[in-house]
């Protein structure tokens, strides 16, 4: 069973423009919720992560919101640059189940200049 | 400081043929992951270790057989490839903290069977 799940799975943004991921998760056990940001080719590699003790956290153009209650997380891309098209996958994980991470399905970013 | 490397990078295979992926990470960390990724379906865990010697299913481990002999390094085995094992296979490793869990990528084996 898909344990997180993401979309849109595609986003075309204008160059400048806010682009806005969501992610909803159905494991209450999750205490983790990292964003990876993964480019053509490369390996994923983490871009801003949040614990669910707090509701937002802010890196750069980079948020994310978390909402506990409704089991529902999104990642917001401030003044979208066109070096910023990738693909997106939120994930979740707990410490005390080896950490392992269950990603959403993914979205393609491409920010339009 | 390499960070998590894999070997090979690219390799076809033909139905039935085994082979052995090779993960390496320089970075002391205690926990190592496998995953595939396939399109449309994100990164799906395969096998995963929470030390040496130690491994442990993931949620799509049938056909995959995994091994950690040494910290540093976990191997994933395929016995007998099937047409749909076919993916981008990924390593990751953390840590192993409560407060880091930053899981670090390596750079993928793209794998093709025939």
């Known amino acids: 069973q898909q344990q997180v799940k993401q979309s849109p799975q595609s986003l075309i943004v204008q160059k400048g423009g806010i682009s806005i991921i969501n992610c909803a998760y159905e494991n209450t056990a999750f205490d983790y919720f990292p964003w990876y940001q993964q480019f053509p080719g490369k390996g994923p590699a983490l871009l801003i992560a949040i614990r669910p003790d707090v509701s937002e956290k802010k890196e750069g153009r980079f948020t994310i919101s978390f909402n506990k209650s409704a089991k529902q997380f999104s990642l917001h891309i401030m003044d979208s640059q066109p070096g910023d098209s990738a693909t997106y996958f939120c994930?979740?994980?707990?410490?005390?189940?080896?950490?392992?991470?269950?990603f959403g399905q993914g979205t393609e970013l491409s920010v339009k200049p | 400081n390499a960070g998590v490397t894999q070997t090979p990078k690219f390799r076809v295979l033909k139905t039935g043929q085994s082979m052995t992926l090779l993960c390496a990470q320089d970075m002391n960390h205690e926990y190592m992951y496998w995953y595939r990724q396939d399109p449309g379906m994100g990164l799906r865990l395969i096998h995963y270790?929470?030390?040496?010697?130690?491994?442990a299913k993931g949620e799509v481990p049938d056909g995959y057989n995994v091994s950690r002999l040494k910290k540093q390094n976990f191997l994933l085995g395929l016995e007998s490839a099937a047409p749909s094992q076919t993916s981008v296979y990924f390593c990751a490793s953390i840590l192993g903290t409560v407060t880091q869990e930053t899981q670090y990528f390596g750079p993928g084996t793209r794998l093709l069977v025939l």
């Open positions: 270790s929470v030390g040496e010697g130690t491994t």
């Open positions: 994930a979740a994980s707990s410490y005390n189940q080896g950490g392992k991470l269950i």
